[in-house]
């Protein structure tokens, strides 16, 4: 009689087993399908977020893509800086024009005297007045040139006697330091006091890369008045072959890999170049990449220092991006 009440026992605790077993699963499969619809539902609102707005993505995604993007140019600008001249000052930005990232730097604040640059800075605002209607193109400027020959040979000759007339015709120095400093942003830039630093080089070859205010047809003329110079004439440092306008940074890049658009601005004394003023901008066409280099010195005694600068720069960025 004992024997049937163990059996029922036992088959009791065996179905309640069973049943604890399927729950267990139920539960299991609820679980897995709830997480499974929301995952499913946050996808589709990430999805449509993006679809909607582009420019939303998720930190950790903007964050591994610029470390994938990362390049580092502080230990070649540092190399550089150690093997250069006693007694010199230099400063140097180099700037990545489609992630909108300094690359390297060094003594970017620190204040240089700019020389010619200030040519770029006339010419661009030159460029802007004639796009708005302020400035007539075939307007006389000087020599019997018009405002449009002056406008491209101030950069492509680093012609003086241009420059300072279409700067007086744009209202003179005080009035273009106003420009530059409350709507192109260079607070250490002066024309009048032909101030400036590599920062603020580097904010102007960004305006001038982003064409702003000038048109297409004026950003192209700028662009080749930029790289297609000559050399000065009528100079003692000629005699040296010291006046290209080619012969700082331009020359230490590659002719085959890459576009210079280049200004220099300096101050020779017949031995030493007191100021050695270098900015470009650096088109490399097969790979669609656009960089921004300025170097800003003074006391070089020599101007293949710059030239190895950009041969090094060179080197770093093409290595990066035949790996990008």
Not at 61 to 73: Q, S, V, W
Not at 81 to 103: E, F
Not at 131 to 150: A, F, I
Not at 208 to 224: M, T, W, Y
């Amino acid at each position: 009689m004992s024997q049937p009440v163990i059996y029922n026992k036992q088959k009791k605790k065996g179905e309640r087993n069973t049943l604890k077993t399927v729950l267990d699963v139920f539960i299991i499969i609820m679980v897995a399908i709830v997480t499974f619809i929301v995952f499913k539902m946050t996808t589709v609102k990430t999805e449509n977020q993006e679809r909607n707005n582009p420019e939303v993505v998720s930190e950790t995604a903007t964050e591994d893509k610029e470390e994938e993007e990362k390049i580092d140019l502080a230990p070649v600008i540092s190399s550089w800086m150690n093997y250069t001249m006693t007694d010199t000052k230099q400063a140097v930005v180099v700037y990545d024009l489609d992630n909108d990232r300094v690359l390297g730097e060094l003594n970017a604040d620190q204040v240089f005297q700019m020389e010619s640059l200030y040519k770029l800075l006339v010419v661009y605002e030159g460029y802007r007045r004639i796009e708005n209607g302020s400035l007539n193109p075939d307007e006389e400027s000087v020599g019997g040139k018009t405002v449009l020959q002056c406008l491209d040979l101030a950069i492509r000759e680093s012609n003086s006697d241009c420059a300072e007339n279409i700067l007086e015709k744009l209202g003179g120095e005080a009035a273009l330091d106003q420009i530059v400093q409350r709507e192109w942003g260079l607070q250490k830039t002066s024309v009048s006091e032909l101030d400036t630093t590599a920062n603020d080089m580097i904010k102007m070859l960004k305006i001038v890369f982003q064409s702003k205010g000038v048109g297409e047809g004026n950003a192209k003329r700028l662009k080749d008045s930029m790289l297609n110079q000559g050399s000065l004439g009528g100079e003692a440092m000629c005699e040296k072959n010291d006046c290209d306008l080619r012969q700082g940074l331009p020359r230490g890049f590659s002719d085959v890999s890459s576009k210079v658009y280049d200004k220099v601005g300096w101050r020779w004394d017949g031995g030493t170049w007191l100021n050695f003023n270098d900015v470009a901008i650096v088109e490399y066409p097969q790979y669609k990449r656009n960089f921004a280099i300025v170097v800003l010195t003074s006391l070089f005694g020599s101007k293949d220092k710059i030239t190895e600068l950009g041969g090094l720069v060179d080197e770093a960025l093409l290595a990066y991006l035949r790996y990008e």
